[in-house]
């Protein structure tokens, strides 16, 4: 059974969201079967984007902040928006050391006192990753469990020094976080399977770099297999390889110069349209959509 709830953060107006109203007008899911008891799974995107990512993952034991790129006053500022309190949280995971992703590591560590967790080559790759009290080191597809939380990180193809995307499992769900990679290798794609909630990034607009005002050089990084996914080759995707299992789609780390809420939301919906004309006897659902913001948080998605 699925329940569609309906919610807005604390202090936030309908005519603050810079968004468009969605075709998919939902900002809160739940699901469960029934007769079933299931507690309920959290993600909270309190910002993403080139100017800074963060989220928070809970379970009614475990509350996991994923990314350190906002301040640690902006963090907690959010926090209190969408009503999560400062405190409790089990830990931190850094998907690598860029600092959109990172910057603020230390700071959040310290005023959350938690455990900190980096793949190797981030690690070293981060000046401050020695003087973490609380750090734990792990390997790409080394699993993880954050109390009642299961943790999958995989390696993606990005310009960092180990970076990774995760796949989490709890109560019985799966959520699958996957931004700053140049393109979805197989083993991405696999680990993305059987999601009942996928956060994707939608980087940019191909045409749109193109011909903005960023330097040459920087739009053959953005575009290469080691730069940011575009809205097409999410598209791409979602038309050809998407299973259908995922009840809500996320996409994220939005450019602020080379794409738009609305570019991406478009270029997403046609895909999953042709998917259903390409695959018109299938029994998956769509999956209800959203698009995260660099200045407002997104959520709690609830399900």
């Known amino acids: 059974m699925l329940r569609f709830v309906a919610q807005r953060p604390r202090g936030i107006k309908e005519s603050d969201s810079p968004l468009t109203p969605p075709r998919f007008p939902v900002t809160s899911l739940q699901t469960w079967t029934e007769g079933e008891s299931r507690l309920a799974v959290e993600l909270t995107i309190l910002g993403s984007g080139s100017s800074g990512n963060a989220a928070v993952l809970s379970t009614e034991r475990t509350r996991l902040l994923l990314d350190a790129g906002l301040s640690k006053r902006e963090t907690l500022k959010r926090l209190e928006t969408v009503g999560l309190p400062p405190g409790g949280f089990s830990g931190i995971l850094v998907s690598h050391e860029h600092a959109d992703h990172a910057a603020h590591l230390a700071a959040l560590a310290a005023e959350l006192d938690v455990p900190v967790y980096l793949s190797e080559g981030t690690a070293d790759a981060l000046p401050d990753a020695p003087s973490l009290p609380k750090l734990e080191r792990f390997r790409p597809g080394q699993r993880l469990t954050i109390g009642d939380i299961e943790v999958l990180p995989f390696a993606v193809p990005h310009d960092a020094r180990e970076p990774v995307a995760f796949r989490f499992t709890a109560q019985g769900l799966r959520i699958g976080f996957a931004v700053d990679l140049g393109y979805l290798t197989s083993l991405a794609k696999e680990q993305l399977r059987g999601c009942d909630l996928l956060l994707l990034e939608a980087n940019h607009d191909v045409e749109l770099l193109r011909r903005g005002p960023y330097p040459w050089f920087i739009k053959q990084r953005v575009m290469s297999r080691l730069g940011h996914l575009s809205n097409e080759a999410l598209a791409g995707y979602l038309e050809h390889d998407f299973d259908g299992s995922a009840a809500i789609l ?54």
């Open 250 to 303: 996320v996409l994220a780390h939005l450019s602020e110069n080379n794409n738009s809420p609305e570019m991406a939301r478009l270029a997403v919906e046609q895909a999953l349209e042709r998917r259903c004309a390409r695959f018109p006897l299938s029994l998956s659902r769509t999956p209800a959509l959203h698009v995260t913001s660099q200045r407002l948080p997104l959520g709690p998605l609830r399900f």
